[in-house]
């Protein structure tokens, strides 16, 4: 087992140092691709005009908008130190960077597809219990060219997105929703954003496999 952590945290290393492959940190502000219908996570000052009220969560095909901005958290009420690799199945919290609220979830009903709504919620990065996800991917870490998925902790939906698409006051904009059932729908990947560089703890995992 311990050879096979070692050639696992190995592997990570030298793709880390050679290619793309760089694992997602905390601290890290990125932008989420929906890859099926291919919009980015987003939020805005805009509240929902039935369900919670809470401030509307969508997905835009904009590649510059900043609004699609989300920093990556460790789950409530603890800190993920800057640069610490995101694990396969660690819950984090996603903090909307312009209004500093946190991507949420609850049992009201989306207002276009009729499935779970997915908000916005908090003041400067605090809301509650039900701002948690756990990233499901592949790997022992969420690796930025890869494919993850979030489920929401508490009600165990996954992001999603299945294309219904809003009118006035955010015209082209498409329903982000949370859906039971796993699908093309619910992947997302890191795009554009500042990452932060990984901590001294991978390097000290694979030495202490090593060991």
Known sequence: MA???????????????????????????????NTRHNVRLHSHDVRYGSGSGQQSVTGVTSVDDSNSYWRIRGKTATVCERGTPVRCGQPIRLTHVNTGRNLHSHHFTSP?????EVSAFGEEGEGDYLDDWTVLCNGPFWVRDGEVRFKH??????????????????????????????????????????????????????HHTEL
């Open 153 to 206: 902790s508490s009600t165990e939906v996954l992001l999603s997105v299945t294309g219904e698409q809003y009118g006035r006051p955010i015209s082209g904009q498409k329903e982000v929703h949370g859906m039971a059932q796993p699908s093309q729908n619910n992947y997302w990947k890191a795009m554009e954003g500042i990452f932060m560089k990984p901590s001294e703890l991978l390097k000290a995992e694979a």
């Open 112 to 116: 276009l597809s009729g499935n779970q």
């Open 3 to 33: 050879v096979v952590s070692l050639l696992l945290f190995g592997g990570l290393w030298s793709a880390v140092g050679a290619s793309n492959l760089a694992v997602v940190t905390c601290g890290s502000v990125v932008k989420l691709l």
